[in-house]
């Protein structure tokens, strides 16, 4: 799991949860479904080239080739629908800014929630202790939804009584982003009873359910 910080070196691998995340894999996904449906047309062409038909056996693995390149297609629409709703560039240079003073919380970024009925476009999330936070200014979120989506998904794997807000303004993310700074620990170093560790897990079942 990555902190704002970590994200600094221009030359770092963008993964799930760094900021540019969206952009980045929009663009891995373009590339690979490219490559899927070049290797089906290359197989394909060899196979006619040296039988003179379609009718042989490298046809045949050329259709079953399509069938990755068709999924990487409907990826590839997701994250083109996605991408629009990533992480402001000034949102991320905040947030970083203050993460580099203190330290905490944890943050992730470019998270884009799907449920049955909804998308959630969530710029950043932090978490420490028993509280979850978020913030959005996309007109698309839907605070109530995004907000009962994500405890429910919480509930269903066993982190319990969370806290979880998530924000349409940012100097009010911000301002509980530094009351979660300045929680005490006690002797063994937890937060309202609960590890770092648990912050992180929290945070990486958000990714897991983020696109």
Known sequence: MN????????????????FGYLKAQKKKEIIKTVLFFLASFVIFGIGYLISGSEKNILTVAAVLGLLPASKSVVILIMFIKATPHACPQETYERTDEFIAKTGLPF????????????DFP?????????????????????????????RGMLDQNGFHKMSIHIFTKYD?????????????????????????????????LMLNISL
Do not use: W
């Not at 902190?3 to 760094?18: F, H, L, P, Q, W």
């Not at 950043?124 to 989506?149: N, V, W």
């Not at 979660?180 to 897990?201: P, Q």
């Open 107 to 118: 943050t992730v970024y470019d998270l884009y929630m799907t449920s049955e009925k909804n």
């Open 122 to 150: 969530i710029y950043c999330m932090s978490c420490r202790g028993k509280y979850l936070i978020g913030f959005s200014s996309d007109p698309k979120l839907q605070q109530k939804e995004a907000t009962e989506h994500i």
């Open 172 to 204: 009010a993310y911000l301002e509980r982003m530094k009351a979660l700074a300045n929680f005490e620990t006690d002797a063994e170093g937890k937060c309202d009873g609960v590890s770092e560790e648990h912050d992180l897990e929290v945070l990486k």
């Open 3 to 18: 902190t704002a910080t970590e994200n600094k070196e221009s030359d770092k691998k963008i993964i799930k949860g760094d």
